[in-house]
């Protein structure tokens, strides 16, 4: 079975070959731009439809498939172990809206290799398409404090997520402490990750305030402040490695 396909870039290391699937143009464009801008980068074929994704990921068999969960009504979700059958060496990067763990838990589960929102900023898709090329996993930060506050229940391997789907969990903590919100989760994490709290808000997209607000709520619930505290509050719940 042939490897994925690359050829030599520029710098003399092999280009990382990359389909892009998603049924909106000026998505699809706006990925292009991004990713021309990375000599390590060769787009391959674009598609708008799964059966079209599938379709182009076995005659190019790229290393890296930028996939939208859905595509002209349908969703992806339930091909991507059809489309690792096709070409076991791709590495799938879900670039979406669906916010929901669901859809990350279960996208890993079946063979992403990474999950990012749209609405992240265009240096982190580059840095997760890097990291899936290179074979690693990344999902994007607040999603990760997410899936760890947000524990399946025994039912979770065989539900597939309905789109639209939103959770309000809580992560607990020491019994003696107040759990934190799912919101106040992701904010522990960023912060935990070194984050300020105007990166936290653009990342957020939430004022500066916001961000504070849940700040404070964090300290009042958790008796933490400093950076070295917040990091083992973190681990505590698993929110940070």
Request: aromatic share 2%.
């Amino acid at each position: 079975m042939d490897a994925p396909s690359s050829t030599p870039s520029r710098q003399g290391s092999p280009e990382v070959t990359v389909v892009l699937a998603d049924d909106h143009l000026v998505v699809r464009a706006g990925m292009r731009l991004l990713l021309a801008q990375d000599p390590a980068f060769r787009i391959v074929a674009e598609s708008a439809t799964v059966p079209d994704t599938l379709d182009a990921v076995r005659e190019h068999r790229p290393r890296v498939l930028v996939l939208d969960l859905t595509m002209a009504g349908q969703s992806s979700l339930p091909m991507i172990p059809a489309l690792l059958t096709a070409s076991p060496g791709t590495r799938i990067l879900v670039l979406t809206m669906q916010e929901d763990p669901a859809f990350t838990r279960e996208a890993l589960r079946t063979g992403a290799a990474g999950y990012l929102l749209k609405e992240a900023a265009a240096e982190e898709l580059l840095a997760a398409a890097h990291q899936v090329a290179d074979g690693a996993t990344y999902v994007q930060p607040v999603l990760g404090a997410r899936l760890a506050v947000e524990t399946p229940g025994p039912a979770h391997q065989e539900r597939v997520p309905v789109l639209g789907a939103r959770s309000a969990a809580v992560t607990p903590g020491p019994a003696d402490q107040e759990p934190l919100t799912v919101r106040e989760a992701e904010v522990l994490s960023l912060l935990a990750l070194g984050h300020t709290n105007q990166e936290i808000a653009q990342r957020l997209y939430v004022s500066v305030r916001t961000v504070e607000t849940h700040r404070s709520r964090i300290r009042d619930k958790l008796g933490k402040d400093t950076r070295a505290e917040l990091i083992a509050a973190a681990r505590e719940r698993g929110l940070v490695a």
